[in-house]
Nanobody
Framework: QVQLVESGGGSVQAGGSLRLSCAAS????????MAWFRQAPGKQREGVAR????????NYPDSVKGRFTISQDNAKNTVYRQMNSLKPEDTAMYYC????????????????WGQGTQVTVSS
Protein backbone atom coordinates (compact mmCIF):
# COMPACT_ATOMS: atom_id res chain seq x y z
CA GLN A 1 0.00 0.00 0.00
CA VAL A 2 0.95 3.62 -0.51
CA GLN A 3 -0.07 6.59 1.58
CA LEU A 4 -0.01 10.16 0.30
CA VAL A 5 -0.13 13.16 2.61
CA GLU A 6 -0.48 16.68 1.23
CA SER A 7 0.46 19.86 3.01
CA GLY A 8 1.01 23.52 2.25
CA GLY A 9 -2.45 24.71 1.31
CA GLY A 10 -3.97 27.89 2.65
CA SER A 11 -5.30 31.30 1.76
CA VAL A 12 -3.46 33.85 -0.34
CA GLN A 13 -4.22 37.00 -2.26
CA ALA A 14 -4.26 37.07 -6.03
CA GLY A 15 -0.76 37.26 -7.41
CA GLY A 16 0.68 35.40 -4.46
CA SER A 17 2.42 32.04 -4.26
CA LEU A 18 2.03 28.76 -2.46
CA ARG A 19 4.06 25.59 -2.37
CA LEU A 20 2.28 22.29 -1.86
CA SER A 21 3.98 19.09 -0.79
CA CYS A 22 2.95 15.48 -1.18
CA ALA A 23 4.82 12.95 0.92
CA ALA A 24 4.54 9.32 -0.13
CA SER A 25 5.12 6.37 2.16
CA UNK A 26 4.77 2.64 1.86
CA UNK A 27 5.56 0.75 -1.33
CA UNK A 28 6.74 3.85 -3.16
CA UNK A 29 9.15 1.93 -5.38
CA UNK A 30 6.13 0.88 -7.44
CA UNK A 31 5.26 4.45 -8.37
CA UNK A 32 6.31 6.05 -11.63
CA UNK A 33 3.64 8.72 -12.12
CA MET A 34 2.81 11.49 -9.68
CA ALA A 35 0.22 14.15 -10.34
CA TRP A 36 -1.75 16.98 -8.83
CA PHE A 37 -5.44 17.43 -9.47
CA ARG A 38 -7.85 20.07 -8.29
CA GLN A 39 -11.59 20.27 -7.91
CA ALA A 40 -13.62 23.38 -7.26
CA PRO A 41 -17.24 23.24 -6.08
CA GLY A 42 -19.53 22.43 -8.97
CA LYS A 43 -16.68 21.76 -11.36
CA GLN A 44 -15.05 18.63 -12.72
CA ARG A 45 -11.75 17.45 -11.38
CA GLU A 46 -8.85 18.83 -13.41
CA GLY A 47 -5.28 17.62 -13.70
CA VAL A 48 -2.91 20.53 -13.12
CA ALA A 49 0.56 18.98 -13.03
CA ARG A 50 2.13 15.58 -13.50
CA UNK A 51 5.61 14.15 -13.46
CA UNK A 52 7.02 10.87 -14.68
CA UNK A 53 9.13 9.81 -11.74
CA UNK A 54 11.52 7.80 -13.91
CA UNK A 55 12.23 10.31 -16.66
CA UNK A 56 11.40 13.55 -14.88
CA UNK A 57 9.14 14.62 -17.75
CA UNK A 58 6.42 17.04 -16.68
CA ASN A 59 3.17 18.22 -18.18
CA TYR A 60 0.71 21.02 -17.42
CA PRO A 61 -2.59 22.16 -18.87
CA ASP A 62 -2.73 25.58 -20.49
CA SER A 63 -4.67 26.97 -17.52
CA VAL A 64 -1.61 26.76 -15.26
CA LYS A 65 1.33 26.53 -17.68
CA GLY A 66 4.02 29.01 -16.77
CA ARG A 67 2.62 29.50 -13.26
CA PHE A 68 2.74 26.02 -11.71
CA THR A 69 5.83 23.83 -11.44
CA ILE A 70 5.98 20.22 -10.26
CA SER A 71 9.18 18.72 -8.93
CA GLN A 72 10.26 15.71 -6.95
CA ASP A 73 12.76 14.77 -4.28
CA ASN A 74 13.24 11.04 -4.65
CA ALA A 75 15.33 10.79 -1.50
CA LYS A 76 12.39 12.14 0.51
CA ASN A 77 9.68 10.43 -1.58
CA THR A 78 8.09 13.84 -1.87
CA VAL A 79 6.56 15.72 -4.78
CA TYR A 80 6.22 19.47 -4.69
CA ARG A 81 4.13 21.92 -6.61
CA GLN A 82 5.10 25.55 -6.70
CA MET A 83 2.19 27.81 -7.62
CA ASN A 84 2.94 31.39 -8.60
CA SER A 85 0.80 34.26 -9.84
CA LEU A 86 -2.24 32.69 -8.27
CA LYS A 87 -5.66 33.72 -9.48
CA PRO A 88 -9.08 33.51 -7.78
CA GLU A 89 -10.02 30.80 -10.30
CA ASP A 90 -7.25 28.64 -8.82
CA THR A 91 -9.34 28.28 -5.67
CA ALA A 92 -10.03 24.58 -5.20
CA MET A 93 -9.25 21.47 -3.22
CA TYR A 94 -5.96 20.11 -4.47
CA TYR A 95 -5.18 16.41 -4.45
CA CYS A 96 -1.99 14.48 -4.92
CA UNK A 97 -2.26 11.22 -6.86
CA UNK A 98 0.13 8.41 -7.66
CA UNK A 99 0.25 5.40 -9.93
CA UNK A 100 2.69 2.68 -10.86
CA UNK A 101 3.39 1.17 -14.28
CA UNK A 102 2.06 2.21 -17.67
CA UNK A 103 2.00 5.61 -19.30
CA UNK A 104 1.91 8.70 -17.15
CA UNK A 105 -0.91 11.00 -18.22
CA UNK A 106 -3.82 12.75 -16.54
CA UNK A 107 -6.49 10.43 -17.93
CA UNK A 108 -5.04 7.22 -16.60
CA UNK A 109 -6.25 5.44 -13.47
CA UNK A 110 -4.43 6.65 -10.37
CA UNK A 111 -4.26 4.03 -7.67
CA UNK A 112 -3.54 6.26 -4.71
CA TRP A 113 -4.91 9.62 -3.60
CA GLY A 114 -4.18 12.00 -0.79
CA GLN A 115 -6.80 13.55 1.43
CA GLY A 116 -6.59 16.92 -0.28
CA THR A 117 -5.53 20.39 0.78
CA GLN A 118 -7.56 23.54 0.28
CA VAL A 119 -6.20 26.52 -1.64
CA THR A 120 -8.17 29.75 -1.54
CA VAL A 121 -7.16 32.78 -3.59
CA SER A 122 -8.87 36.07 -2.86
CA SER A 123 -9.07 38.98 -5.26
Amino acid sequence: QVQLVESGGGSVQAGGSLRLSCAASGYTYRLNCMAWFRQAPGKQREGVARINSDSGNTNYPDSVKGRFTISQDNAKNTVYRQMNSLKPEDTAMYYCAAAGGGVCYFGRVFDYWGQGTQVTVSS
